[in-house]
């Protein structure tokens, strides 16, 4: 059984050799537990490297559309194709690195930290670039295609490993649910990091829009032309200070990550003569039951609150009013919700993961249809955003949290294959990923349809309706589908436990193994 042949995968009991492991039991659980304890530096320096994928994705997510139609002053049909295709091609992206990473071998560093090292430095590059309007007009719309996906495929090289080294800083699960907690509080912090730092500098530069709303496309680039020149140029400075600050962001993140984390092996795989194929771990994946009901209520979820981020800030421009104060809006959502992780992981601890998910993502439907309801209110729409980030928070972190739980179901399920992680993580981030895009693509077409006016002051009745349908409504029904599929996930807190015991055996099993085969006089010492 510790070679990983011929055996049953029964019992957790069954694969414990006795003769062994009941002499030997308690020191070699102490050591390993000794061996698998996070010091509060390593957690940091893990969670720390979460910060530029929240930082940047935070950047595009909430202003990559309005800049698009406001400053480059992209058409609203050529601003869905690029947001569409880029999503889409991010969601790709994923699947095809998770491929590329089973597939490549253990180094010194590990497995997964020489594609962080490697995509860092091109991908700040490319992002740079992405907030470049350039002085060409006819290809504009190929040259933020063509930037867009490259930064996505280059961060996903980043933020696939890093996703999948959750399952490889500690075999612990107290201690991977630990660091996660910290993962997500920074994450999040990194989410506030990333709306000040675009918000704020953004903001000292206001961008010039026409007062006729209903004026012809002559009319509007003559305004462009003579009025609002240096305005807009300003505005696009200020774009690219900020995409410079976010890059230096990116990193010196990066840099601690590497130099604060090291990767660790399972003992059982260890013992593996051949990796998994690709294509039969893919089909292993997702046939497991677990995991497709996770993903599948993740992705109602995850897109009510994508499509709230894409049109937030069109939504407050416009809709709201505020056309001054989204930034400071998005700064109050973002703090709350790092404020509440803590929280929210206490409460998960305590009550379980699934009444987290049921509470936590719920709680954001009635501050939605608040919004829905309410007039144009600048001190009840912080009350509520400060309040929507607390649901922004679970929502968070527990995807995340989730993840390893459905990987440890598995690993006791098909207890001699090894290498899925990036496979797991990956085709999750794909689904959800590719989703927003069609979402994205979706509702930036639309306010072309209802008659979007490039840099207008104001917006015709339709475009404004259309876009709190966006924000309110819509999410709304997705977060009630969503919470429907949860009820079918079978991991509860019971069945979790069961899990933590049944895989700590089979690691002392593999532990114990490894060491008679290696160092017997060691293993007698310790007897």
Same mark, same amino acid.
């Given at each position: 059984?510790?070679?990983?042949?011929?055996?049953?995968?029964?019992?957790?009991?069954?694969? %414990?050799?006795?003769?062994i492991?009941?002499?030997?039991?308690?020191?070699?659980q102490?050591?390993?537990?000794?061996?698998n304890?996070?010091?509060?530096c390593?957690?940091?320096?893990?969670?720390?490297?979460g910060?530029?994928?929240?930082?940047?994705?935070c950047?595009?997510?909430?202003?990559?559309?309005?800049?698009?139609?406001?400053?480059?002053?992209?058409?609203?049909?050529?601003?869905?194709?690029?947001l569409?295709?880029?999503?889409?091609w991010?969601?790709?992206?994923?699947?095809?690195v =998770?491929?590329?990473?089973?597939?490549?071998?253990?180094?010194?560093?590990?497995? #997964?930290m020489p594609?962080i090292?490697?995509?860092?430095? %091109?991908?700040?590059?490319?992002y740079?670039?992405?907030?470049?309007?350039?002085?060409?007009?006819?290809?504009?719309? #190929?040259?933020?295609?063509l930037?867009?996906? #490259?930064?996505?495929?280059?961060?996903t090289?980043?933020?696939?490993?890093?996703?999948?080294?959750?399952?490889?800083?500690?075999?612990?699960?107290?201690?991977r649910?630990?660091?996660?907690?910290?993962?997500?509080?920074?994450?999040?912090?990194?989410?506030v990091?990333?709306?000040?730092?675009?918000?704020?500098?953004v903001g000292?530069?206001?961008?010039?829009c026409?007062?006729?709303?209903?004026?012809?496309?002559?009319?509007?680039?003559?305004?462009?032309?003579?009025?609002?020149?240096?305005?807009?140029?300003?505005? /696009?400075?200020?774009?690219?200070?900020?995409?410079?600050?976010?890059?230096s962001?990116?990193?010196?993140?990066?840099?601690?990550?590497?130099?604060?984390?090291?990767?660790?092996r399972?003992?059982?795989?260890t013992?593996?003569?051949?990796?998994?194929?690709?294509?039969?771990?893919?089909?292993?994946?997702?046939?497991?039951?677990?995991?497709?009901?996770?993903?599948?209520?993740f992705?109602?979820?995850?897109l009510?609150?994508?499509?709230?981020?894409g049109?937030?800030?069109?939504?407050?421009?416009?809709?709201?009013?505020?056309r001054?104060?989204?930034?400071?809006?998005?700064?109050?959502?973002?703090?709350?919700?790092?404020?509440?992780?803590?929280?929210?992981?206490?409460?998960?601890?305590?009550?379980?993961?699934?009444?987290?998910?049921y509470?936590?993502?719920?709680?954001?439907?009635?501050?939605?249809? %608040?919004?829905?309801?309410?007039?144009?209110?600048?001190i009840?729409?912080y009350?509520?955003?400060?309040?929507?980030?607390?649901?922004?928070?679970?929502a968070?972190?527990?995807p995340?949290?989730?993840?390893?739980?459905?990987?440890?179901?598995?690993?006791?399920?098909?207890?001699?294959i090894?290498?899925?992680?990036?496979?797991?993580?990956?085709?999750?981030?794909?689904?959800?990923?590719?989703a927003?895009?069609?979402s994205? =693509?979706?509702?930036?077409?639309?306010?072309?349809?209802?008659?979007? /006016?490039?840099?207008?002051?104001?917006?015709?009745?339709?475009?404004?309706?259309?876009?709190?349908?966006?924000?309110t409504m819509?999410?709304?029904?997705?977060?009630?589908?969503?919470?429907?599929?949860f009820?079918?996930y079978?991991?509860?807190?019971?069945?979790?436990?069961?899990?933590?015991?049944? #895989? /700590?055996?089979?690691?002392?099993?593999?532990?114990?193994?490894?060491?008679?085969?290696?160092?017997?006089?060691?293993?007698?010492?310790?007897?």
């Amino acid at each position: 059984m510790a070679k990983g042949e011929g055996a049953e995968s029964g019992s957790a009991a069954g694969l %414990l050799p006795t003769g062994i492991l009941q002499a030997g039991e308690r020191p070699v659980q102490k050591e390993s537990k000794k061996k698998n304890q996070l010091s509060i530096c390593n957690k940091l320096c893990y969670a720390v490297g979460g910060t530029p994928y929240q930082v940047t994705g935070c950047a595009l997510g909430f202003f990559l559309q309005i800049y698009l139609l406001d400053v480059a002053q992209v058409d609203p049909f050529s601003a869905s194709i690029i947001l569409f295709v880029g999503r889409a091609w991010d969601a790709i992206t994923d699947p095809l690195v =998770g491929f590329c990473i089973s597939k490549s071998p253990w180094t010194r560093l590990g497995r #997964l930290m020489p594609w962080i090292i490697f995509s860092t430095p %091109l991908a700040i590059i490319a992002y740079f670039l992405i907030w470049f309007v350039p002085d060409f007009q006819q290809g504009q719309t #190929l040259w933020y295609l063509l930037f867009y996906c #490259l930064f996505e495929t280059l961060v996903t090289c980043f933020h696939v490993p890093y996703s999948a080294l959750t399952m490889f800083i500690s075999t612990e699960q107290s201690e991977r649910d630990s660091a996660t907690a910290y993962r997500m509080t920074v994450e999040v912090l990194g989410t506030v990091l990333g709306t000040a730092i675009q918000g704020q500098i953004v903001g000292q530069a206001h961008t010039p829009c026409v007062q006729d709303a209903n004026a012809s496309t002559v009319a509007l680039e003559g305004v462009n032309r003579t009025q609002s020149t240096t305005s807009l140029r300003e505005t /696009q400075n200020a774009y690219l200070l900020a995409a410079g600050v976010i890059a230096s962001i990116y990193v010196i993140c990066a840099v601690i990550l590497t130099l604060g984390v090291r990767e660790q092996r399972e003992p059982y795989e260890t013992q593996q003569a051949k990796p998994m194929p690709f294509f039969r771990g893919l089909r292993l994946v997702m046939s497991h039951g677990p995991y497709i009901k996770l993903i599948a209520g993740f992705l109602f979820t995850s897109l009510a609150f994508m499509l709230v981020e894409g049109n937030f800030a069109l939504f407050c421009t416009y809709t709201l009013g505020f056309r001054n104060e989204f930034q400071n809006l998005l700064l109050a959502i973002m703090f709350s919700a790092t404020v509440t992780i803590p929280i929210w992981q206490w409460f998960l601890t305590r009550f379980g993961k699934k009444m987290a998910v049921y509470i936590g993502i719920s709680s954001a439907v009635p501050f939605l249809i %608040l919004v829905a309801l309410m007039e144009s209110n600048l001190i009840v729409t912080y009350v509520v955003a400060v309040a929507a980030g607390i649901s922004v928070a679970a929502a968070f972190l527990l995807p995340w949290s989730m993840l390893p739980d459905v990987i440890d179901d598995f690993h006791l399920k098909q207890p001699h294959i090894h290498g899925t992680e990036p496979i797991f993580f990956s085709f999750y981030v794909f689904f959800t990923k590719f989703a927003s895009g069609v979402s994205l =693509g979706i509702s930036t077409l639309s306010l072309d349809f209802t008659g979007y /006016q490039t840099r207008g002051c104001s917006q015709p009745a339709r475009v404004k309706f259309t876009l709190k349908m966006l924000v309110t409504m819509a999410p709304i029904v997705l977060i009630l589908i969503g919470l429907l599929l949860f009820k079918l996930y079978p991991i509860d807190e019971e069945k979790r436990r069961q899990n933590k015991k049944a #895989l /700590q055996a089979l690691r002392e099993e593999a532990s114990s193994s490894g060491c008679s085969d290696t160092d017997s006089t060691e293993l007698a010492r310790i007897l």
